[in-house]
T-cell receptor, first 106, second 113 residues
């Protein structure tokens, strides 16, 4: 079955602390994975995609096919990173995880 | 602003009724997607249209239907509404019909009383 799992509903850290939002997927094919973010009172928007291997707003995510994971990481969290983060798997449609709310305290 | 427009923003209706949600994609995007987001189910893909044709279907109920018009705007019709249909309904659009980079609208919040 095609599935995306984000085990943490809420992740709370202090400003400057490292952040890792977990994402695991289940897919028999070659995965195409994304992280989407929704800031307060804003629309859901793409943060980054694994094929780009880019760093956006200090966030990176590496696809680990052996562990079927695509965790989102940032070495030093900022208050403005507080948002809902969704991991998504693209098959013939986007399959979203249930999301993780990141709270960064000052 | 993603360029995707959804109307109305809020909709309150009663059980058994029928409603229509509207979406205008970004200029140039041929694909439109509909999603339902409820508290217990997360963001669920409903259906995709590409250039007027249905391209992919998710867990869309038979009471729900959608279409994409020649001007590329799309409508999602929800009929025989039940309390459990209360949710946020999002529309998204993309250039690439198989692309994971989608631009989302602000959503329509449907409340069925």
């Amino acid at each position: 079955a095609q599935r995306v799992t984000q085990p943490e509903k809420l992740l709370s850290v202090f400003k400057g602390a490292p952040v890792e939002l977990k994402c695991n997927y289940s897919y028999s094919g070659s995965p195409e994975l994304f992280w989407y973010v929704q800031y307060s009172r804003q629309r859901l928007q793409l943060l980054l995609r694994h094929i780009s291997r880019e760093s956006i707003k200090g966030f990176t995510a590496d696809l680990n096919k052996g562990e079927t994971s695509f965790h989102l990481k940032k070495p030093f969290a900022q208050e403005e990173d507080s948002a809902m983060y969704y991991c998504a798997l693209n098959t013939d449609k986007l399959i979203f995880g249930t999301g993780t709310r990141l709270q960064v305290f000052p | 602003d993603s360029g995707v427009t959804q109307t109305p923003k809020h909709l309150i209706t009663a059980t058994g009724q029928r409603v229509t949600l509207r979406c205008s994609p970004r200029s140039g995007d041929l694909s439109v997607y509909w999603y339902q987001q409820s508290l217990d189910q997360g963001l669920q893909f409903l259906i995709q249209y590409y250039n007027g044709e249905e391209r992919a279907k998710g867990n869309i109920l038979e009471r729900f239907s959608a279409q994409q018009f020649p001007d590329l705007h799309s409508e999602l019709n929800l009929s025989s509404l039940e309390l459990g249909d209360s949710a946020l309904y999002f529309c998204a659009s993309s250039v690439d019909p198989s692309g994971g980079h989608q631009y989302f609208g602000a959503g329509t919040r449907l409340s069925v009383l």
